[in-house]
């Protein structure tokens, strides 16, 4: 057991840290893990990818989305190009749906020198990135069992996040256009909230036994998800250490800012209510 992170977590609990939390810090950490459910998630994927399969017969309004989330979504494999995934899934979403002459899958395999599955599996993983662009925290998929697994996802997606104010052009739905807004609001606090557990867990490290070590993992979760979007292979060699040191690094502060998030969000919903469910 880490007895530093365990008397900061009493010290939090009792009141004794210097970083003050605000009641809006408590309500913001349950949104963390407020999801839309299945049926809405897969509804706004639909509606993405209608809009780029309309790409080319559609109205002014639906184009000007189109190239605006495109556009974005090219910022941001441009700021974390990792291991070149993000631009391969972003490069077979232009030769799909924003070429001049429609390239269909089969066409767009032998472009991009992969398998027709392949394609299916970059354009997929780029919906759904768009979506995130479009909705947020709330259109991530994947498993939220653990306050952990939610943190991950912000990470994971905290780019895209970061990036949503720039493909702001408005859906031509009004229901989903309000959808958005609701979900943008969520975005905005967990997005503020992740960033103040990343500054509590920087206060910890300063009053811990072995900051060097406790730095590191820090460092290197902001070098993969947050400044430089590395990827592990390089972050092991820029750090000397083995890529199963890089993933254990990872999944400990992963965790603890899991644990720092379940804390707050419970002491949220005992003080303010929960968040809205659909």
Known sequence: MDYDWKYYLEDLMGGKTEIKLEKEDRRAAGFLIYRMDKGKQEHV???????????????RNKNSLAECLVRTHADCCRCFPGNGMAKRCHNALVYRYMMKNALHNKAVALKMDVSESMVHHYI????????????GT???????????????????????????????????????QQERVYCHQVTESAVAFIYKALSMYEEYISGSSNQH?????????????????????EISSIWGISIHSVYLDIRKVT?????????????????????KND
């Open 138 to 176: 709330p259109a991530f998929t994947g498993s939220t069992s653990t306050w952990q697994d939610a943190v991950k996802q912000m990470l994971d997606n905290l780019h895209f996040l970061e990036c949503m104010p720039d493909a702001s052009i408005a859906l031509v739905w009004d229901k989903w």
């Open 124 to 135: 997929a993983t780029a919906i759904n990135e768009l979506a995130v662009l479009c909705f």
């Open 213 to 233: 070590i406790q730095k590191r993992a820090l460092d290197i979760v902001k070098e993969v998800y947050i400044t430089g979007g590395k990827d592990i292979t």
């Open 45 to 59: 994927k639909k509606l993405i990818r209608w809009i780029m399969e309309d790409y080319r017969a559609g109205g």
């Open 255 to 275: 965790a603890r800012l899991g644990e720092l998030c379940s804390y707050m969000a419970e002491k949220g919903e005992m003080e303010y209510g929960t968040v």
